[in-house]
């Protein structure tokens, strides 16, 4: 008899992934296909919407080649978030790039807004700040300049939505057109307290409500497969969709105030749950952590850093490395980064600090700099801006964090991981699996048909605690926020 499975399908920046997940805890296979990014002007950041649909196949196919004797039950969807795309209804063939999340072409619009004095009510509406890391203004963009979009428009046939959304419309052969409340929550469109689109924000942002996907809680059931995408037969359900900071928070079953998790990877996102709305003062957004047809809507507060894991790949390029694990073993040939500081804003600085226009700084160089202490001063930038991160979480929480989690791809390191519980003071856990994003989702899928998935598939595997005394990391704490403060006046 075949083994009855969840599908999960993780859609991120750089690849897509795909897990067959039975219900005993058991990862059965993996697929896994890489994805470009482009960066046609400086501060922009696009993909190819077809690009995201064949990767997404191929992940599928391989890894159902990989498991043979497996049923799907179900499919579940994590994601990249705020990137947005459109389509046309009848072709389903993408209008225009997906802009993503990194992208900040936006900029001018923002500012705009800003100067028209529409900052406050966008924040009070959806916990979020005016920056173009969200993806109103994206939307507003693709509207605007994707070749044949108002026409498309005029006539009733033009999509939009997030990677969520593109996804179900593939995986359905263009039956559905939806999202779950944690992505709508990131596009600048949703008023948080009714968990729908905001007409006030639809007509800032000029963006029709006809073009955009219902709002529907995490756990529905969103479709079933149609038109064979990925040879998938006819009829199977998609009963999860999260974005997938939101899908990895819900593998690590962090519930309640004062538990945080760390997604590191392209970017880093760090999340807690806050139960109700509670406004952040430090620089945090307020979002949706996930939404249930039982429970409703759970709240929570997040750190959003644009440069993280991606900085360690910059920086190989940059020093002729062969990748991050180069990088890595470069750095630890060093006792310390010889007073040198790398701040990663190359995409300007997220929480807490919010300046869209700062850059990239290195510094406190001199003669007796060298590669490696460039090198260990890259991945101390990584774990700087997670520290920023986490004491503007104890202000606006007004209590010290109970635990700090780690997952993501750039999780896998222990130099990393060990930089963050120094530069903090505080004990950081990782569990066994450290791709929680797709876990998280398949279990959210696995809820929703009454068959949870054997808590042994995570497991804890490592503490980390801090291991330097107080006035080094006072020290290294005090030079970082020297750079920050370069940054921002560059």
């Not at 896994?32 to 002007?41: E, K, L």
């Not at 639809?202 to 809680?217: K, N």
């Amino acid at each position: 008899m075949p083994t009855p499975a969840i599908l999960a399908i993780d859609q991120g920046t750089t690849n897509t992934k795909a897990l067959l997940i039975t219900f005993d805890g058991h990862l059965a296979a993996v697929g896994s296909v890489p994805t470009g990014v482009q960066y046609p002007r400086p501060g922009w950041a696009e993909q190819s919407g077809d690009a995201i649909r064949a990767s997404t196949a191929a992940a599928i196919t391989a890894a159902l080649a990989k498991a043979s004797d497996i049923q799907i039950a179900a499919i579940a969807i994590s994601n990249q978030r705020e990137t947005v795309l459109a389509w046309d209804a009848q072709t389903s063939e993408p209008v225009g790039p997906a802009v993503i999340w990194q992208c900040r072409r936006s900029s001018e619009l923002c500012t705009s807004l800003r100067a028209a004095s529409h900052e406050d009510l966008i924040q009070r509406t959806t916990g979020l700040g005016l920056d173009p890391l969200f993806s109103a203004g994206k939307l507003r963009w693709l509207l605007d300049n994707a070749p044949g979009a108002q026409d498309l428009h005029h006539a009733g046939k033009l999509r939009t939505g997030t990677v969520d959304s593109w996804l179900l419309w593939n995986l359905t052969g263009g039956a559905i057109h939806a999202t779950d409340a944690s992505n709508a929550s990131r596009t600048q469109l949703l008023a948080l307290d009714s968990a729908a689109w905001s007409p006030e924000l639809l007509a800032l942002f000029g963006v029709s409500a006809d073009v955009l996907p219902q709002v529907l809680p995490s756990d529905s059931r969103f479709g079933e497969t149609r038109g064979g995408f990925a040879g998938l037969p006819d009829g199977v359900p998609i009963h999860a969709m999260m974005g997938d900071s939101h899908a990895s928070m819900f593998g690590h079953g962090i519930s309640a105030p004062g538990m945080v998790k760390v997604t590191l990877g392209t970017g880093s996102s760090l999340m807690c749950t806050t139960g109700i709305r509670r406004p952040s003062t430090h620089g945090l957004s307020e979002t949706i952590a996930w939404a249930t047809g039982a429970g409703g809507v759970v709240h929570a507060l997040e750190g959003n850093i644009t440069v993280s894991g991606h900085a360690a790949a910059f920086a190989s390029e940059m020093l002729g490395l062969a990748g991050p694990q180069a990088l890595t073993e470069l750095a630890i040939s060093v006792d310390d980064s010889n007073g040198v500081v790398f701040l990663p804003a190359m995409a300007g600085l997220g929480a807490p600090h919010w300046d869209e226009k700062a850059r990239g700084v290195i510094c406190g160089l001199s003669l007796s700099s060298k590669p490696a202490h460039i090198a260990r001063a890259v991945l101390e930038g990584i774990a700087h801006q997670i520290c920023d991160v986490v004491a503007a979480f104890e202000a606006d929480l007004g209590a010290p964090l109970t635990s700090i989690s780690v997952d993501g791809s750039a999780a896998r390191s222990d130099f990393l991981v060990q930089l963050i519980a120094d530069l903090s003071g505080r004990k950081v856990e990782r569990p066994s699996q450290t791709e929680l994003s797709a876990i998280g989702a398949a279990m959210m899928a696995a809820n929703a048909l009454g068959r949870p998935i054997a808590p042994s598939i995570i497991s804890s595997d490592r503490s980390f605690m801090p291991a330097l005394n107080d006035d080094r990391r006072d020290a290294m704490r005090g030079q970082w926020h020297t750079a920050i403060a370069r940054a921002k006046v560059s």
